[in-house]
T-cell receptor, first 115, second 114 residues
């Protein structure tokens, strides 16, 4: 399966803990995007990364959230000191080139639940 | 401020008939539009896209129409099949310098009746 792979599929954390979400892009894709979906809402863009670079983080909350896409390994979305409002589905997408007129292909998401 | 709007939360269509899903946008800088289909507990699946230089794009049973002056696009599915039952999201992008991510609508739940 050469699709976008996200893990874990489900993640439960207590308030104050850290959450780490992983995303491996499609084979041959070097552009990664993270989105968050709250219940009954559309997906909201968070951050766009290329290998070792954050290109656009305009949708990322200023505190507690960070993302990286190292030279080797998957992209990581990290949420520190989680709060109840962080409960959501987090989706990763990848594209082959600069996303201009290239569709983004999505993984099946990580459902984060905060107790 | 919702820049991409899907005003119908749900739509019910009989199998074999045409399904028409609508989407409006407010940002005149959007120049690339996509439709995604989503089943529960899965990620969105890309269906079809259209650039603002076109007014129609067709792929099999799926056709997307773009009316730039009205800032409106629609997805036509014909004939509708039971497997088309899903949530459909409209998305848009400003390639010229806006945020690099896609801006999504809230989705329309399409139900195909047998």
């Amino acid at each position: 399966n050469a699709g976008v792979m996200q893990n874990p599929r489900h993640l439960v954390r207590r308030r104050g803990q850290e959450a780490r979400l992983r995303c491996s892009p499609m084979k041959g894709h070097s552009h990664v995007y993270w989105y968050r979906q709250l219940p009954e809402e559309g997906l909201k863009f968070m951050v766009y990364l290329q290998k070792e670079n954050i290109i656009d983080e305009s949708g990322m909350p200023k505190e507690r959230f960070s993302a990286e896409f190292p030279k080797e390994g998957p992209s990581i979305l990290r949420i520190q000191q989680v709060v109840r409002g962080d409960s959501a589905a987090y989706f990763c997408a990848s594209s082959a080139l600069d996303s201009s007129n290239q569709p983004q292909h999505f993984g099946d998401g990580t459902r984060l639940s905060i107790l | 401020d919702q820049q991409v709007k899907q005003n119908s939360p749900s739509l019910s269509v009989q199998e074999g008939r045409i399904s028409i899903l609508n989407c409006d946008y407010t940002n005149s800088m959007f120049d690339y539009f996509l439709w995604y289909k989503k089943y529960p507990a899965e990620g969105p699946t890309f269906l079809i896209s259209i650039s603002s230089i076109k007014d129609k794009n067709e792929d099999g049973r799926f056709t997307v129409f773009l009316n730039k002056s009205a800032k409106h696009l629609s997805l036509h599915i014909v004939p509708s099949q039971p497997g088309d039952s899903a949530v459909y999201f409209c998305a848009a992008r400003d390639s010229g310098g806006g945020a690099d991510g896609l801006t999504f609508g809230k989705g329309t739940h399409l139900i195909i009746q047998p």
